[in-house]
T-cell receptor, first 114, second 113 residues
């Protein structure tokens, strides 16, 4: 089974702190994604990456950056955390399965910014 | 502009009956559609998908129907079980899912005993 592991289940950070959310996948997938989930808004794509050192903006990239130095690891960075970034963050990786891309999600990181 | 819409925030169904979750989309470029199930404090779990070249896909108790002319898809769960109580997300993509998924806001399905 593909495993997508997010390093922290719960985080509490202060406003203005730099925050790193880490994600590791173990199936050699090329594509990795960061989403955030908020009540009543569903999942929204922040950034994604096709390969090492490559990144693409999703629908809501403002206030975030990403890093992909190794294929298996995709980090989400909050340069200066703000209270409106309190959310559930979900990492996913994908690869082609029978012609379409199958996605596997991690368990999520619940981030609270105070 | 919301491209994937799930207009029912919640749905209550009796155990053993059929659950029907609906999803509408606006982007005619979408060619791949998926349903995910999510429990609180867990990541979404893939349920079933359908390509735009099909109008039905079945997997055990789960069936997804796609009506391209109406830009509508639905997920049927028969029979509904208590463990089906969760939030269900409809998702869609272009290029068979290469560039990420666009999600609806979710429907909270509650299975009543």
């Amino acid at each position: 089974d593909v495993k997508v592991t997010q390093s922290s289940r719960y985080l509490v950070k202060r406003t203005g702190e730099k925050v790193f959310l880490e994600c590791v996948q173990d199936m050699d997938h090329e594509n990795m994604f960061w989403y955030r989930q908020d009540p009543g808004l569903g999942l929204r794509l922040i950034y994604f990456s096709y390969d090492v050192k490559m990144k693409e903006k999703g629908d809501i990239p403002e206030g975030y950056s990403v890093s992909r130095e190794k294929k298996e690891r995709f980090s989400l960075i909050l340069e200066s955390a703000s209270t409106n970034q309190t959310s559930m963050y979900l990492c996913a990786s994908s690869s082609v399965i029978r012609g379409n891309y199958g996605y596997t999600f991690g368990s999520g990181t619940r981030l609270t910014v105070v | 502009d919301q491209q994937v819409k799930q207009n029912s925030p919640s749905l209550s169904v009796q155990e053993g009956r059929i659950s029907i979750l609906n999803c509408d989309y606006t982007n005619s470029m979408f060619d791949y559609f998926l349903w995910y199930k999510k429990y609180p404090a867990e990541g979404p779990t893939f349920l079933i998908s359908i390509s735009s070249i099909k109008d039905k896909n079945e997997d055990g108790r789960f069936t997804v129907f796609l009506n391209k002319s109406a830009k509508h898809l639905s997920l049927h769960i028969v029979p509904s079980q208590p463990g089906d109580s969760a939030v269900y997300f409809c998702a869609a993509s272009v290029y068979r899912g290469a560039d990420g998924l666009t999600f609806g806001k979710g429907t909270h399905l509650i299975i009543q005993p």
